[in-house]
């Protein structure tokens, strides 16, 4: 079964130097029929105004994966991490038992936008973490690039959950094949183009759930970037 999230239904905050729209609830933003999908429980696609950005506040218990999609992302933590995330970058930070972060737009003319990703940990109470690892366009091409896995196996990073996250970019004519084990289940999310998964269509910004499939099929008319969520719990 797969049930799409549109982009036109997600929530919105816009408050100037921040446009964040929340494929689940988020902050003011609530739906409780969109609460999250098993251990993924926030996915949040920012645009940040130069100069701008979040002050230092605090999280707990969660594994916060950020993906800048264009311009870059000042970070600082408390755990004494500093460093510019850029595109194609993926970073994994582990709040465990308690981290302070601030983000900031690296630049001060050009907007950042990137997504925001919260995981559920298995656990809670563990030690804060920070991973941070770039992936080139040519790994993603046409193919699943593993970008975070429980076992940190093929070089990605490591996450305290039992989850798989891909990003792939697509481009038509290929097709990628994705089998589904018993009891796993998967969430995609669009960042661009359009997406045929299983005949069902995709655009920029769309989310999907699937449960009780044996196999994905995607295909794309053009082109297509988009993430795959493996998920247990």
Not at 67 to 94: C, E, F, P, T
Not at 205 to 233: I, M, R, W
Request: charged fraction near 20%.
């Amino acid at each position: 079964m797969i049930k799409i999230r549109p982009a036109e239904k997600r929530g919105l905050t816009n408050i100037g130097w921040l446009k964040s729209y929340h494929t689940f609830s988020f902050g003011d933003y609530y739906d409780p029929d969109n609460m999250g999908f098993r251990s993924l429980r926030v996915i949040n696609e920012d645009r940040v105004k130069g100069g701008e950005g979040f002050d230092a506040h605090p999280h707990n218990n969660m594994e916060i994966i950020s993906i800048v999609l264009a311009g870059a992302l000042q970070h600082k933590d408390s755990m004494g991490n500093g460093s510019v995330i850029k595109r194609g970058d993926v970073q994994l930070m582990s709040a465990g038992t308690g981290v302070t972060h601030s983000e900031y737009n690296a630049s001060k003319t050009e907007e950042s936008h990137f997504l925001q990703i919260w995981i559920i940990p298995a656990q809670k109470g563990l030690k804060p973490g920070y991973q941070q690892k770039y992936f080139s366009e040519e790994q993603k091409a046409n193919k699943l690039c593993l970008f975070v896995s429980s076992e940190g196996e093929a070089g990605s990073l490591l996450i305290h959950q039992d989850m798989k996250l891909f990003g792939v970019h697509l481009t038509a004519p290929n097709n990628i094949q994705y089998p589904l084990a018993v009891n796993r289940h998967v969430w995609l999310q669009m960042i661009k183009g359009n997406l045929l998964c299983n005949k069902q269509v995709l655009k920029q910004g769309d989310g999907a759930s699937v449960s009780e499939e044996k196999a994905l099929n995607f295909t794309t008319p053009t082109s297509a970037e988009f993430l795959l969520f493996d998920l247990n719990y």
